[in-house]
């Protein structure tokens, strides 16, 4: 079974060689992020000859899972979160490879009962993929309610602030 690096980086846009990141890196002004490398599936694939939109949305939701194991390894049971919401913009096809892509992760905003983590997904050449923005409430576990971000949660998230997604494509109201 081969492990997975993870490492917590200054914000770089133009950086992907993870080799030469530092883990320890946060500097003051340019934003936190987690590089999170997934590997991809054969099956992940479309008739099109790349990874299916679906595919995408599955990875960024095993690099939300991995964020958090990393940021929140011994999160207690009283702290649960549900995905309220999330907004991808596709901006280039991924192509099957050997080679992980990588998707950085970060809290783009807190909130009084809910944070919005932005996540930014580069194909193994380095180039911006798709961006993502999942809003997340937290929950009180016995009544599913939407409940304040304790203290302690408050400042985990809040350390790992970094660049808030800008989407190319205006968001709609779906309603109208």
Not at 95 to 103: G, K, N, T
Not at 140 to 154: C, E, K, L, Q, V
Request: contains cysteine; hydrophobic residues 40%.
């Amino acid at each position: 079974m081969s492990r997975t690096k993870i490492c917590a980086v200054a914000l770089d846009p133009d950086a992907l060689d993870t080799d030469a990141l530092d883990p320890n890196a946060r500097a003051a002004g340019s934003g936190y992020h987690l590089d999170i490398p997934v590997a991809l599936r054969w099956g992940d694939m479309d008739i099109n000859n790349h990874i299916n939109n679906v595919q995408i949305s599955r990875i960024f939701e095993e690099s939300r899972v991995r964020s958090f194991f990393e940021w929140m390894p011994d999160r207690p049971r009283k702290f649960s979160f549900l995905v309220a919401r999330q907004d991808i913009e596709f901006s280039a096809p991924v192509h099957y490879s050997l080679d992980p892509v990588h998707v950085r992760t970060c809290i783009g905003r807190v909130g009084r009962s809910s944070f919005v983590m932005a996540l930014r997904l580069f194909d193994q050449s380095g180039t911006l993929c798709a961006t993502a923005e999942t809003t997340m409430v937290v929950v009180d576990p016995d009544t599913g309610r939407p409940t304040p971000i304790p203290d302690d949660a408050r400042g985990l998230l809040s350390a790992r602030l970094g660049e808030p997604v800008r989407f190319h494509t205006p968001r709609t109201n779906a309603a109208g």
